[in-house]
Every structure is written in structure tokens, then in C-alpha cells.
């Protein structure tokens, strides 16, 4: 196809495999949803950015835009530093 290569694989786990327990399941469903939800707070931030160009100088149009911005990034930080305590908790019980 026109000397294209493409390589890219998605791989999807049977969670009720046998030799998977419930730590490595519970870790699997985190992943996917801190996956999509960076995916919806991207997705809020273009939009708010649309309807700020769309209010067309009117202040209440722009300040809901300016709100929803802010609360998508309020979320993804919440998110992130939910990451980061996960990480440390778990090095801590770890080792």
C-alpha cells in the first residue's frame, strides 16, 4: 500500500485469565480510565476554547467558557496528583 508500513497494536487482556489477579485487574481499569479521562478534559479544553471564540465579546458567554477551562483543569490536576499518591503508596507498601 503505497510502501506505507503501519504498527499499531492494541492489545486487549482477558481480565479472567487465570494467572491475573484481582491487583493487576483493579490496576488494568485505572489505567483505561485515567486514559480517557485525559481524553475528555483535552476534548473540554478545545471546546471552552471554541466558545470563547464564539461569544463575540459578550462577558457572560466568555466567562462560562473561562469556567469550564478552569474546571477541566482543576480535573486533570486532581487526576494527576491522584497518580502521583498512588505511586507513592504503593513504593511505600512495596518497598
Do not use: C
Request: net charge positive; glycine share 6%.
Amino acid at each position: 500500500m503505497l510502501g506505507i508500513k503501519t504498527a499499531y497494536a492494541l492489545r486487549i487482556y482477558n481480565p479472567l485469565e487465570s494467572n491475573r489477579d484481582f491487583v493487576t485487574i483493579l490496576k488494568d481499569i485505572l489505567t483505561w480510565g485515567i486514559t480517557i479521562a485525559e481524553v475528555v478534559v483535552s476534548i473540554m479544553i478545545v471546546v471552552a476554547a471554541f466558545q470563547m471564540i464564539m461569544a463575540q465579546g459578550k462577558p457572560e458567554d466568555f466567562k462560562k467558557a473561562q469556567h469550564t477551562i478552569v474546571y477541566a483543569v482543576i480535573g486533570l490536576a486532581i487526576l494527576l496528583i491522584a497518580q502521583g499518591i498512588a505511586a507513592i503508596v504503593k513504593k511505600v507498601l512495596t518497598g
